[in-house]
């Protein structure tokens, strides 16, 4: 389902493993500070909300700075039905590239 990643990237990170997102050969070459803020900030671009997003200016000033960030909440186009799939779905999923049909 197209929107699984989306929901696995909201429900694990809310879960504190982030890190389950993300295949194994980025996390050995890359500053894990760094990548978990990345994700936080990436959830935050995509809540349900568009008035909860942050802008573009604030998306840097977060990428360049380590000031907590707030918690994202529930994303957007992530319905009841997809939450009870992610659920019941495995805990694990890698980055993959996405092609245009």
Known sequence: ?????????????????????VVESIIESCNLSELIRSIHIALLCVQEDPADRPSMSCVVLMLGN???LPQPKQPGFFTDRDLIEVAYSSNKCSISLLEAR
């Open 66 to 68: 380590e000031e907590t």
């Open 1 to 21: 389902h197209h929107l699984n990643l989306l929901g696995h990237a909201w429900i694990l990170f809310t879960e504190g493993k982030p890190l389950e997102l």
